[in-house]
C-alpha cells in the first residue's frame, strides 16, 4: 500500500487572503482600553505604536476575509506552502490508532511560523514611510524573522532580546545581527524602562514583558520608528492564518478532517494561526474539533491565570487588554522554551476560552523535551522547545486513543525547528533541566498588581 507522507500545495493554490475569526465570533472581543482614560481605543490612537493598516486589523469585527497584499504573497512564495506531513513513524513508536499530521512550519528560511506576520508588518511600515522598526524577542524566533523582513523591505530593525534567553541561545541573536539588525538584552541600561527594573531588580534576568517595555519606548521616543509584535495581538494571529488555511487544503488532500488541532502556546500567534481556519466551521457550522492550546506549566495563564483588564508590558506602556493574565510583573522561571514565557493570552484567544472553544493544558519542562526527543528520532526533524509542547499535548491524546480504542485524527502545528537551539537539547541530555512550579500563592501575588477598573 502506497501511504503518502507529505502533503503541499502549488503555488497557485496558496491562500491570497487572511482569515479574520472576530467576524464569525458569536460574541466579539472586548476592546483594548487606553490606560489614561480607561475608555476603548481606536484605530488611530494604536497607530502611534503600529502601522495603520495593522491597527486597523487589530480592530476589525466586521470583515471575515483581508486580502494579502501582493508584494507579501510574492514573499511568501519563497518558502510557501509548507508541508502537511503524516506522522507515521510516531504513531508506530506510540502503537497508536490515531492519525498524526503536522504543519511543518520549521521548513521556511527563519526555521519558524513568525515570519508569516514579519513580513506584512514590514511591508506596511515601510507603504506608510516608516524608516525603523523595533520589537522585543524571546527565544529569538520573532527576533530573526522580523530583522530578515525589514532587510526586505528596506528598514532598520533594533530587537530587545530577553536576557537569560539571548545567554541560552547566543545563535539567534549572531542570527539577527547577520540579518542587520541591532540586538540588545533586556533589560537593559539603554531605555528609562529598562533602567527603572535593574534598579529595582539588578539581577533581573528579563521577561517578554520587559522586553517589550524597552521596545516600545524606543517606537514612541525615536522619530519615524515604529513597534511590530510577533504574537498576542488580533492581527499578528491574523497574519497567520495563512497556516491553518493552507492546512485545510492539505488535509482536504489526505482525505480527513481533524478531531483535535493542537499548538503550543505563548501569546497565541501559532495557535490561532492553524487553528482559526478550523475553528470558523465549529462556529459557522457547528463541526466538531476539539482545540488545546499546550502551555508550560512554568507559565499557566490559560489554565491558573485570571481574566482580566492588564498591561501587555511590565512597565505599563501598552493598552489595557482584556485576557487571562497571571499579572503583568509576572516573573516566569528560565526554561527553555523562551517564546513561551509570557504573562498574558492574545484577546481574541482569551474570549474563546471564556466561551468554552477551546482549553489550554499545561506542560512541565522535562515532558516537553520527552517528547522532543522521541519526536527527533522517529520524524527525523528537531522541534523547537516551544514546540516540544504541543508534541507533548498530541502524545498525551495519542495515548489516550490507544487506551480507548479510537481513531481520532490530530493536526499539531510544529511552529519552529531546533537546530539552533542545541544548548537546550545539551542541557536535558545531560540532565541538568528540572520542572518548575509555581504555587498559588505566588499567582495571587502577582495578580494583585494587575489595574483595579472602576
Not at 501559532?270 to 459557522?284: C, E, Q, S
Request: aromatic share 8%.
Amino acid at each position: 500500500m502506497n501511504k503518502q507522507k507529505r502533503f503541499l500545495l502549488q503555488e497557485s493554490d496558496i491562500p491570497t487572503q487572511w482569515y479574520n475569526i472576530q467576524a464569525d465570533m458569536p460574541n466579539k472581543p472586548m476592546r483594548p482600553l487606553n490606560p489614561a482614560t480607561k475608555q476603548p481605543l481606536t484605530a488611530e490612537d494604536l497607530a502611534h505604536i503600529f502601522s495603520l493598516e495593522c491597527s486597523k486589523q487589530e480592530l476589525d469585527t466586521e470583515h471575515a476575509w483581508i486580502d494579502i497584499p501582493e508584494e507579501v504573497l510574492d514573499m511568501y512564495k519563497y518558502y510557501r506552502s509548507t508541508p502537511l506531513v503524516r506522522a507515521y513513524a510516531l504513531e508506530k513508536a506510540l502503537d497508536t490508532p490515531a492519525h498524526i499530521y503536522f504543519k511543518n512550519e520549521s521548513v521556511n528560511p527563519l526555521g519558524s511560523h513568525k515570519i508569516n506576520s514579519a513580513l506584512p508588518q514590514c511591508y506596511y511600515c515601510r507603504k506608510e514611510g516608516v524608516t525603523n522598526v523595533t520589537t522585543e524577542t524571546g527565544a529569538g524566533q520573532w527576533g530573526a524573522a522580523l530583522s530578515y523582513a525589514a532587510k526586505v523591505f528596506g528598514l532598520e530593525a533594533a530587537v530587545y532580546q530577553v536576557k537569560i534567553t539571548l545567554q541560552q541561545k547566543p545563535y539567534r541573536g549572531i542570527l539577527m545581527r547577520t540579518f542587520g539588525a541591532n540586538v540588545t538584552g533586556s533589560p537593559s541600561m539603554s531605555t528609562r524602562a529598562g533602567k527603572d527594573i535593574i534598579t529595582r531588580d539588578p539581577n533581573n534576568s528579563g521577561s517578554l514583558g520587559t522586553a517589550i517595555s524597552e521596545a516600545i519606548e524606543l517606537a514612541t521616543t525615536t522619530p519615524n520608528c515604529k513597534y511590530a509584535l510577533g504574537s498576542v495581538l488580533n492581527h499578528v494571529a491574523l497574519h497567520q492564518t495563512i497556516i491553518g488555511l493552507e492546512a485545510e487544503k492539505q488535509m482536504e488532500m489526505a482525505g480527513e478532517y481533524p478531531d483535535m488541532v493542537i499548538a503550543c502556546f505563548g501569546g497565541g500567534s501559532n495557535f490561532g494561526g492553524i487553528a482559526f481556519p478550523f475553528m470558523r466551521h465549529t462556529i459557522l457550522e457547528g463541526r466538531k474539533t476539539e482545540y488545546i492550546a499546550a502551555e508550560p506549566s512554568s507559565c499557566p495563564k490559560l489554565t491558573r491565570g485570571e481574566f482580566r483588564y492588564d498591561y501587555g508590558d511590565e512597565a505599563g506602556y501598552t493598552p489595557l487588554l482584556p485576557m487571562f493574565t497571571l499579572g503583568h510583573d509576572f516573573k516566569p522561571a528560565n526554561i527553555h522554551a523562551g517564546g513561551l514565557r509570557y504573562h498574558g493570552a492574545g484577546v481574541i484567544i482569551s474570549q474563546l476560552i471564556k466561551d468554552g472553544m477551546m482549553h489550554g493544558v499545561d506542560i512541565p519542562q522535562l515532558e516537553s523535551f520527552k517528547a522532543g526527543l522521541l519526536f527527533s528520532r522517529t520524524e527525523g526533524i528537531v522541534p523547537a522547545p516551544e514546540s516540544c509542547h504541543a508534541i507533548a499535548a498530541t502524545i498525551r491524546e495519542a495515548n489516550r486513543c490507544k487506551e480507548s480504542g479510537e481513531q481520532k485524527v490530530i493536526l499539531f502545528n510544529l511552529s519552529g525547528h531546533g537546530l539552533i537551539d542545541m544548548p537546550s537539547y545539551d542541557s536535558y541530555l545531560n540532565g541538568d533541566l528540572s520542572d518548575y512550579n509555581i504555587s498559588d500563592e505566588e499567582i495571587r501575588k502577582y495578580l494583585a498588581g494587575v489595574p483595579k477598573l472602576d
